[in-house]
């Protein structure tokens, strides 16, 4: 298996302008999560899913952010219009939401957005 | 929601030295706690974790203790070297599957 993959890798966009970042989860995992990471606020969930069903988005900052699962292997995390605030490093991550436990949560590479 | 804590924020030891990191959770419903390295640049990958029924989990130069009753959970390094230099993560969990609320993450620095 591939892993989990997410793509672009790096993304360098002007503020104002659009963002989508891309993500495709390992075959089989039923749980799949957006997080963001900065130096100041850390690791924060964003949003989670659950069978492609958006289970909690508290922690979407703001309407400009908006994410979507369309089917088991592909979901998006959108930002419009993007802020040099949305300056961080988001990471995809999917898990399997039964059997062992152990088997653990998995995390793609990231993307390094830059807005400026 | 959890309120997860960890300690130190930063450790700096001496290659071949142990090294501990503390995380304190606030909810008691949680079962699973993992323990994620982040090397820089890149992604969070889980190194060792524990189940609510088993109080300690020993893999190589790494272990993993848990007071439940205490609700807080240790991450133990042995003969530390160099390449243990990352940050550190706790996440504790309430359910397989379930969202990981990460701690503010322990960055370690191991001297030569």
């Known amino acids: 298996d591939a892993g989990v993959i997410q793509s672009p890798r790096h993304e360098v966009t002007e503020m104002g302008q659009e963002v989508t970042l891309r993500c495709k989860p390992i075959s089989g995992h039923d749980y799949l999560f957006w997080y963001r990471q900065t130096m100041m606020r850390g690791l924060e969930l964003l949003i989670y899913?659950?069978?492609?069903?958006?289970?909690?988005d508290s922690g979407m900052p703001e309407d400009r952010f908006s994410a979507k699962m369309p089917n088991a292997s592909f979901s998006t995390l959108k930002i419009q219009p993007s802020e040099p605030r949305d300056s961080a490093v988001y990471f995809c991550?999917?898990?399997?939401?039964?059997?062992?436990?152990?088997?653990?949560?998995?995390f793609g590479s990231g993307t390094r957005l830059t807005v400026v | 929601g959890e309120n997860v804590e960890q300690h130190p924020s930063t450790l700096s030891v001496q290659e071949g030295d142990s090294a501990v990191i503390k995380c304190t959770y606030s909810d008691s419903a949680s079962n699973y706690f993992p323990w994620y390295k982040q090397e820089l640049g890149k992604r969070p990958q889980l190194i060792i974790d524990?189940?609510?029924?088993?109080g300690e989990k020993k893999d190589q130069r790494i272990a993993v203790t848990l007071n439940k009753t205490a609700k807080h959970f240790s991450l133990h390094i042995t003969e530390t070297q160099p390449e243990d230099s990352a940050v550190y993560f706790c996440a504790p969990v309430k359910a397989a599957g379930n969202k990981l609320t990460f701690g503010g993450g322990t960055r370690v620095l191991v001297k030569p």
């Open positions: 899913f659950n069978n492609n069903v958006p289970i909690d």
């Open positions: 524990i189940r609510s029924n088993v």
């Open positions: 991550a999917s898990s399997l939401g039964t059997g062992d436990p152990s088997r653990g949560y998995t």
